[in-house]
C-alpha cells in the first residue's frame, strides 16, 4: 500500500519511512516538503496513494491548504479521495477541528508513538475517523464554538490566523475581498468577537 509523506523534517520522516516500510505493508512512493511538491507528485502519478500524511508546518506554508487542493483534485478528475492522516505538533482545538472541517480523516500528535502511528492509519484505512485520546479531550472542550463555523469561514479564521490581510484572504481563496468581508462580518456576529485580533486567540 502506497503511502505519501507531506513533511519538511528529514530526520522525523526517516524514522516514519522505517516504520511503515517494516511491516510489509506500506510503501512511501513520495515524499514531499512543500505543497508544490506534493500536488505535482499527485497530479504526475498514474494513481494516488492509499493514504497520504501531513505535517501542518511546511515553511512557511501552512499544510491545512493541502486539504482543500487536494479535494478539488479529485473532484476534478473524478477519483475517489485518499484520506490524509495529519501528524503535527500543532494540536489545538481549532487546528483539529479545521483539518477534520476540510476533509482529514485523522489527527495525530508528533510526539505519538510508533504503535499509535499504525493504530492511526489502521483506522482511517478502514474509513473511520481517528484523534489520539490526548487530542479528542482537546477538540471536545471547544467543539461547539468551532462547530458554528461554515468550512469557508473556518479557511477564512484559518488565514486570519496567518495574519493575512483581507486582501490577501480573498487572493488566496480565490474570492473578492467584499466576499471576505462579508465572511468575517458573519464569524463576528457568531462569536461575539469584533478584530482579527481577538480571532487569532481562537
Known sequence: MEV?????HPMLNAGIVSILEKTGFFTVSGQAESL?????????????????????????????????????????????????????????SFKIQTALKLGAAGFLSKTSGQAELLKAINTILKGEVYISSE????????????????????EVINLIKQQKTNKQIGE????????????????????????HEELQKL
Open 4 to 8: 505519501l509523506l507531506i513533511d519538511d
Open 36 to 92: 508544490n511538491e506534493a500536488m505535482s507528485f499527485i497530479k504526475e502519478s498514474d494513481t494516488l496513494p492509499s493514504l497520504i500524511i501531513l505535517d501542518l508546518l511546511l515553511g512557511e506554508e501552512n499544510g491545512l491548504n493541502f486539504l482543500p487542493i487536494l479535494e478539488k483534485h479529485c473532484v476534478n478528475k473524478k477519483i475517489p479521495k485518499p484520506p490524509v492522516l495529519v501528524c503535527s505538533a500543532l494540536a489545538d
Open 172 to 195: 488566496v481563496l480565490s474570492i473578492s475581498q467584499r466576499t471576505v468581508e462579508n465572511h468575517i462580518s458573519n464569524i463576528y456576529f457568531k462569536t461575539g468577537l469584533s478584530s
Open 135 to 154: 487530542l479528542n479531550i482537546k477538540l471536545n472542550e471547544n467543539s461547539n464554538i468551532f462547530a458554528m463555523f461554515t468550512k469557508r469561514e473556518i
